[in-house]
């Protein structure tokens, strides 16, 4: 039920980039950059994925930063759709912690940059 929900949740957050009428000139721009990070972030976290099943611990991997660093400038949304679809990174508490740390400090941001109109 929660793996339903979260990528729905993440589904309808791009949806709804494309769908609010902002300053028509710069929603695309942003929910294009939303998309494409989050195209990235579930590519990476499929190879990182695909890199701890061939080879397991004793490979280089993707660091967690970086993954972090992905859902931290706007590909949360794939993030989340990949951890939950790919079983990737769901149980390990901590770096779920500072993954929806990201999620609540990216749309703080996103929101604030609305609220002072600078979007």
């Not at 990174?89 to 999620?103: D, G, M, Y």
């Amino acid at each position: 039920m929660i793996k339903k929900t979260l990528i729905t949740f993440s589904l309808l957050f791009l949806a709804l980039l494309w769908l609010v009428p902002w300053q028509l000139n710069i929603t695309y721009f942003i929910a294009g950059t939303y998309s494409v990070a989050s195209l990235i972030s579930f590519l990476v976290y499929g190879w990182d994925k695909r890199l701890a099943m061939q080879h397991g611990e004793h490979t280089i991997r993707v660091p967690e930063r970086t993954l972090h660093i992905l859902g931290l400038i706007g590909g949360w949304p794939g993030s989340l759709i990949a951890q939950q679809w790919l079983r990737h990174k769901s149980k390990k508490r901590s770096f779920i912690a500072v993954l929806w740390l990201t999620i609540i400090v990216n749309c703080g941001a996103l929101s604030s940059l609305y609220y002072l109109q600078l979007i």
